[in-house]
């Protein structure tokens, strides 16, 4: 016990001696020693993995500015410069073909015009929508889904929820929005340029129910920015930074927000504080009694 008592008075004085040289307190030493990482590296640990599943699940392709959406997505409180430089310490590069063309950005389509340009508040039902795809994260795969959005009222209108990107995704879910809307005219409506929204099938469907397809400029968001937003909602509102165990419980639990929350209830702030589904029906009073009056 003395001989104990002995070296450990040693090892306190070295460990003062060599914090007066190094110019450190002895309190920061010992706290490294039982805490070697700091907080900010333990916390750079954690978002490494994230990461890299989206890295992964990007098969390669995403650099710091896409993995940096994703991650924003998922719910991460997340700054694009600690994405790119983590990524950089761990040597995670994007890998990439053919060097990418300057005029790249802002591209418009060559398959349909962008005939809403940004002209997002609409006085009307059913004369413009916007349909856009997100992904949803299950520990069986991703779990796809495709919305159609009434402008007018942003009620969701038609969804599709599938395990792949098949065509069959965005269609099902444009038949949602025709068979429940009947549009009694020609419906704008507006998509980015995803190759499901450029198939023939698409160009056919739209042809045959008298809808006119509006593509956003490539790599321009904004163009689609409502729709971006309704997606926001839905991961920050209810799946947050939830994994689902099946793809069978994700369905539900969308629907519910969709079906159940969302279009009924969720007060929107664009829309004067009230659902769509009551910014609706106020819509078509008003719409009655002017006919009425007419």
């Not at 450990?8 to 060599?18: G, I």
């Not at 890295?55 to 991460?76: K, M, T």
């Amino acid at each position: 016990m003395k001989y104990a008592f002995i070296h450990a008075n040693r090892d306190r004085y070295a460990v003062r001696k060599l914090c007066r040289m190094l110019e450190v307190a002895a309190s920061g030493f010992y706290a490294w020693i039982h805490k070697p990482l700091s907080d900010r590296a333990i916390e750079d640990e954690r978002l490494l993995v994230l990461i890299r599943e989206s890295y992964q699940a990007s098969g390669g392709i995403y650099g710091s500015p896409r993995v940096f959406l994703d991650l924003r997505e998922a719910g991460e409180r997340i700054s694009r410069k600690r994405v790119a430089r983590i990524m950089k310490q761990h040597r995670i590069w994007a890998i990439r073909g053919y060097r990418k063309p300057r005029n790249l950005l802002a591209v418009p389509s060559i398959i349909a015009p962008n005939r809403l340009q940004r002209q997002f508040t609409v006085d009307q039902p059913d004369y413009a929508w916007v349909t856009d795809i997100t992904y949803i994260r299950t520990w069986e795969g991703w779990l796809y889904l495709a919305a159609v959005m009434d402008l007018h009222s942003r009620k969701i209108i038609g969804w599709s929820m599938q395990a792949t990107l098949a065509r069959d995704l965005v269609l099902d879910a444009l038949l949602m929005a025709v068979w429940r809307r009947k549009p009694k005219q020609a419906v704008i409506v507006h998509s980015d340029q995803g190759s499901q929204y450029g198939s023939d099938d698409w160009i056919r469907f739209c042809r045959s129910h008298r809808l006119d397809p509006s593509m956003s400029r490539r790599g321009n968001c904004w163009d689609n920015a409502v729709a971006e937003s309704f997606f926001s909602s839905l991961k920050k509102e209810r799946i947050r930074k939830k994994v689902y165990r099946t793809r069978r419980l994700a369905r539900a639990d969308v629907f519910e927000y969709i079906e159940m929350f969302y279009n009924p209830t969720r007060r929107h702030s664009h829309l004067g504080g009230v659902s769509p589904d009551a910014f609706e029906a106020a819509s078509n009073r008003r719409l009655q009694v002017s006919r009425g009056t007419g």
